[in-house]
């Protein structure tokens, strides 16, 4: 029996993408915790920095700049396959997707190995002053971010390798670019403050 | 054309969950999950209750020796730990978890498996914490931990490692809570409740969870950061190696002061609802107190450094914050005079939730002032670190919060359990708990102002502070005999209280408008709302408009708009799932292997992870 | 200890910088509960006043009413809190300037530790330090710049008669000054947990006129006297060879331990243990035999001595004025 002012909602569909998709606001929630937690990172970095009268303390030397420039450059250029990865999701061609997910997967692999190299190449240990566990667990904890999107990379390229898939993964993928997105542009500020505001100030 | 009873049961087919205890273990319906947090929250309390009846017997006398001074240190420790981590912040966002869906008119909240994974990491961490009491590693350095007391060199036992783990158990929960709630506040409201129809309780939910996710990332880092240099030598507060003590307390309290308002702000939507329930008309001032919420909420991230004003912080700084700190009390007095407003026009009525909205009033508005004296830098540097500050922060916290609490449980009982709770009891117990609460606190006030400092195992006799301590520690007795009181109402009422219909008490919120307790998916059809007090719409209940068009055989809710909540999509949410414990569980080991060693990351990652990705993995249902 | 009634309270204050904040502790208890008193009056009368028949219907005329008395109340507290922002900004001011200006500053250097209180008297007249434990003396009516240092944890020195208290931090050196306006003598507990025994780490503060003050110093910053009688020797002789030197020091003998108090004078003190015994022969005794069971996870071991040993040692130790 119909009521007065009662809403059908039949018609409305059953997807979306952005903010009619959950997996967007999981997505935007991490980002802003993640993203906090790096702020608080460089905020100790900057804080204990004001404390020190040489900083980086004397003895150690300052950052490979050639090094920390290499990977912010290598972050930067993959975000045009993720624009190219994030078009191809919207427009919910499969294949395409697919090719794309490789690509960034293969993308992703190097930069980890980057990551890795970079780490390596860092002049001291966490352990031995204040300024190297603040750098080390500034990196340290964006390189956790960069392995979990590669993660959930290589997972999103089995589902759509192997697996069905409705619209609903098509809006997951592109969430995940946004995500990426976030790993890098946040990285940008970091390396600045680790890499090239020691040397100019 | 199917009957009303085909229709419920078919709904309760799609919503419920397993009986019997694989029930127990699978289920994603909030109600279940928010009863839990809500239950095992009052379980710490107790616990947290005993540390402090142990502390107060041990203070009533001078120099007496009932605890070891390592125990009592580790007592007082565990006591502000388990109230404000256990106990304060999980009964509210239980309270939340259970309410919200009901007020705001959906069957479930957004990504129900985070939800039941919140709390098994919950318990997990709060056992995990006492794991530490029970073996000779109690939090040894207080509930916020300073450094370098907190360091290895200070202390060697595992009791600092427990403790920041404890934290991060504790962070990840709430922060799941927080968001699975933001996302629901957001996006499930029923068609028609646009944002300035939003139940007060509702809108306080929804700031302090933003607050969660900002305050607990803070306090989160600040533990790794702890953890780090217990566990890796980091030396992030090692002041020989470029760190600095300090550092701690800022991140700290960055973290600790939005962290009271975590915890008062949903009392103060509790109270919003008591006194427009109990005074029988809508609330005066509806928009100013939401206003008061988000600013509240704001500001509360302003004022940390009037935890530090004695560390030697340039004078010219410290002034910015007792400015913050006298200008937060002022969204709170926009709310104190809209209550006052709305009981002086409406008709009040005399049952138990509306004593402890009184008790409320006696109580917070005594910790406000005492926290406005507190915000002066000279007078704080009298009264930091002393009795004062421990009466100040219990009224604040006991009659600002607990009280509210008291008062919601026996209000919300009908709802979730089907029977009134005994109002006899009630009235004792208000009375047990009101005096309980003055008699301990209010003297505090004049120890701390002649020279009693906080955290200290006993006293010298010639210090003339025997008399003080005695009466407190018979407050603090009558006070739990409250406690008691209430926790045996609660549970005999259960079975001896008066059945009660779907709206025993009157009241203009959505969750009276169903069954008590609720069925699964909560409302037979989904409501339309048409004003700020759908209860009290004057159409009868079969006449009310409705949502039609959802399938009632599948998990199906509605999206809306995040503004006026009009219908944007419909969205399927998954169902009871047992993947969310072994996730708890593998996070669980992670986190408590990291105290010993840095794999511990790797092995809880690889435990973790793989029932995250079973609980995710498409299938016809939804993923989270 | 009869002295301890009063030694320790903001609401009795002996500088004018307690003084001071003792009035505004004074005016906001005062204020506040006047407040209190007037919030809790409206709400009761919220809910007790008469209702009248048929007063539901008036609802809208009630509520603009009470629009206007809200928004007064809010503009009145509003007001209120500036007005307490302005108290406390010139409280303020006054604490930080109401020193003696006509006298020189006296330097102390104060060094925490878990748990006792190092003192160090500088003054660029003197290369020799005066060094001392758990008690300084300060002449009443000149201002006394503290230097706050820690060893270990964070402490903090509070001495209510006299001001706000300040806190030690490891890699920080605080300053506080403070100052006398009458002789007495003050108790300055710890203020800030510490560990184990933060309950029982209370410094004194002495105040006491110029003339009596410079002679303290003069006989604190002098070695120790040499013992005069063959008990007071033998007991030198014990203290040297037992495990005292190892943390202690007597100047004038070869000791020369830093981690625990400085023993030179022990016997002028008042207190032993960081205020928590009286400084009596049998207590002292006591604490050398068993200071674990005074003061449980205290840095200091027991000391198992003969008790012809013991009674020599003390028979030393209160020579040691």
Request: net charge neutral.
């Amino acid at each position: 029996m119909a009521r007065v002012n009662s809403v059908d909602v039949s018609a409305l569909p059953r997807e979306g993408f952005g903010v009619a998709s959950p997996a967007w606001w999981g997505t935007i929630g991490f980002m802003v915790i993640e993203g906090s937690s790096l702020v608080l990172c460089a905020f100790a970095y900057a804080y204990l920095s004001r404390r020190s009268p040489m900083w980086p303390p004397s003895g150690i030397a300052p950052l490979r700049l050639g090094v920390g420039t290499l990977v912010a450059a290598a972050f930067l250029l993959s975000l045009v396959p993720a624009i190219m990865l994030h078009r191809a999701a919207k427009s919910l061609d499969r294949g395409v997707v697919l090719l794309m997910l490789l690509i960034g997967a293969s993308i992703e692999a190097i930069i980890v190995g980057l990551r890795g190299y970079e780490l390596h190449a860092l002049p001291m240990r966490w352990d031995g002053t204040a300024y190297g566990s603040t750098v080390w667990f500034t990196m340290g904890l964006h390189t956790t971010l960069l392995v979990m999107d590669f993660g959930e990379t290589l997972v999103f390229a089995a589902l759509f390798l192997r697996g069905s898939v409705d619209k609903r993964h098509f809006a997951d993928v592109a969430d995940s670019v946004l995500y990426w997105f976030f790993v890098v542009l946040i990285w940008i500020p970091l390396y600045f403050m680790l890499y090239v505001a020691p040397r100019a100030l | 054309m199917t009957s009303a009873v085909d229709e419920h049961a078919v709904l309760a087919n799609t919503w419920g969950t397993p009986r019997g205890p694989l029930g127990w273990l699978t289920s994603v319906d909030h109600k279940s999950v928010g009863l839990r947090f809500i239950g095992t929250a009052l379980f710490f309390l107790a616990l947290g209750g005993v540390l402090a009846l142990t502390m107060r017997t041990q203070l009533a006398r001078p120099e007496t020796h009932l605890l070891t001074p390592q125990l009592y240190n580790q007592f007082f420790s565990m006591h502000g730990t388990t109230m404000m981590f256990l106990f304060a912040v999980p009964a509210m966002m239980g309270l939340g978890i259970y309410l919200v869906p009901l007020m705001i008119g959906t069957r479930n909240v957004i990504f129900p498996r985070l939800l039941a994974y919140a709390y098994w990491v919950y318990l997990i961490g709060g056992l995990f914490l006492y794991s530490g009491l029970v073996t000779g590693n109690g939090a040894p350095a207080g509930w916020f931990s300073y450094t370098p007391l907190s360091e290895t060199q200070f202390d060697p036992t595992k009791g600092s490692d427990i403790w920041a783990q404890t934290i991060t158990f504790t962070e990840i929960s709430m922060m799941a809570v927080a968001v699975t709630l933001i996302v629901t506040i957001l996006k499930q409201r029923a068609p028609g409740m646009s944002l300035n129809r939003i139940p007060l309780f509702v809108w306080s939910i929804l700031v302090t969870s933003f607050m969660v996710v900002f305050a607990m990332t803070t306090i989160a880092t600040a533990s790794f950061f702890l953890a780090a240099d217990r566990l890796i030598n980091t030396r992030f507060f090692d002041d020989a190696r470029g760190g600095d003590a300090l550092l701690w307390q800022h991140l700290f309290w960055l973290f600790g002061h939005p962290e009271v308002y975590i915890i008062f702000l949903p009392a103060t939507g509790i109270v919003s609802h008591l006194v427009t329930t109990f005074s029988r008309r809508p609330m005066f001032g509806y928009t100013p107190i939401v206003f008061a919420t988000i600013a509240t909420g704001i500001i509360s991230f302003g004022v940390w450094v009037h935890h530090m004003f004695a560390t030697g912080l340039p004078q010219l700084g410290l002034g910015f914050y007792t400015a913050s700190s006298l200008i937060v009390t002022i969204p709170t007095a926009i709310q104190l005079f809209c209550w006052i407003a709305t009981l002086w026009s409406g008709q009040p009525q005399w049952r138990v939730p509306l004593l402890f909205v009184l008790g409320f009033f006696f109580i917070l508005v005594r910790g406000g002032l005492t926290g406005v004296m507190l915000a002066s830098v000279p007078f704080d540097l009298q009264a930091h670190d002393t009795y004062f500050v421990v009466g100040h922060l219990h009224d604040v916290l006991i009659g600002g919060a607990v009280f509210p609490l008291m008062g919601a449980l026996l209000y919300w009982y009908p709802k979730a359990t089907g029977r009134m709770p005994s109002e006899v009891a009630g009235r004792w117990a208000f009375g047990l708990l009101f005096i309980g609460q003055n008699l301990t606190f209010l003297p505090m006030h004049l120890l701390g102002l002649h020279g009693m400092p906080r955290r200290v195992y006993t006293y010298l006799a010639s210090t003339g502070w025997g008399g003080l301590n005695l009466l407190e520690t018979v407050g603090a007795y009558i006070l739990a005999l409250g406690v008691l009181v209430t926790v045996a109402n609660l549970i005999v009422s259960r079975f001896t209280g008066p059945r009660a219909g779907n709206d025993p008490w009157g009241a203009d919120t959505l969750e009276w408008a169903t069954t008590s307790p609720p069925p699964p998916g909560n409302f037979a059809e989904i409501p339309v709302v048409m004003s700020r007090d759908p209860n009290w719409d004057p159409a009868r209940p079969e006449d009310r408009p409705v949502v039609t068009g959802l399938p009632l055989d599948r998990r199906e809710l509605l999206f809306t708009s995040a503004l006026d909540a009009t219908p944007v999509r419909r969205i399927e949410l998954p169902g009871p799932t047992i993947w969310s414990l072994p996730a708890a569980l593998g996070t669980a080991v992670g986190l408590i292997m990291l105290i010993f060693t840095p794999w511990g990351l790797v092995v809880g990652t690889l435990l973790a992870v793989p029932p995250l990705v079973v609980w995710a993995w498409p299938k016809h249902g939804g993923s989270a | 200890m009869a002295f301890l009634q009063g030694a320790h309270s903001v609401l009795a204050p002996a500088s004018p910088q307690a003084a001071a904040i003792a009035r505004l502790a004074e005016f906001f208890i005062g204020f506040g509960a006047f407040i209190w008193l007037l919030v809790l009056g409206f709400l009761a009368y919220s809910v007790l006043r008469p209702r009248r028949l048929g007063e539901r219907d008036e609802d809208r005329r009630i509520t603009h009413r009470q629009l206007v008395l809200v928004s007064v109340a809010l503009g009145l507290s509003t007001l209120l809190l500036l007005g307490l922002g302005f108290v406390d900004y010139s409280t303020g001011k006054h604490v930080e300037t109401a020193y003696s200006k006509s006298a020189d500053t006296l330097h102390v250097r104060l060094i925490g530790h878990q748990w006792w209180w190092e003192v160090q008297y500088e003054s660029p007249h003197n290369p020799q330090l005066l060094k001392t434990a758990n008690e300084i003396h300060i002449p009443v009516g000149r201002p006394v710049l503290l230097r706050l240092e820690s060893r270990d944890v964070i402490h903090s020195f509070w001495a209510p008669n006299l001001h706000g208290k300040s806190d030690l931090i490891p890699g920080y050196t605080g300053e506080l000054t403070i100052q006398a306006d009458r002789p007495g003598i003050f108790r300055a507990p710890c203020a800030e947990y510490c560990g184990a025994q933060h309950a029982k780490m209370a410094l004194l503060v002495i105040a006491e006129p110029a003339a009596d003050f410079a002679t303290w110093y003069a006989n604190e910053i002098s070695n120790a006297v040499a013992p005069a009688d063959p008990a007071a020797t033998r007991g030198r002789a014990v203290f040297l060879t037992a495990a005292c030197p190892f943390c202690h020091t007597i100047r004038g003998t070869e000791s020369a331990g830093v981690v625990a108090p400085d023993l030179t004078h022990l016997a002028s003190r008042q207190t032993l243990a960081a205020g928590t015994i009286p400084n009596r022969r049998g207590d002292l005794g006591g604490w050398i035999v068993d200071p674990q069971g005074i003061k449980p996870g205290n840095q200091m071991p027991p000391n198992v001595l003969p008790a012809k040993d013991l009674e020599a040692l003390l028979d030393y130790l209160v020579t040691l004025r």
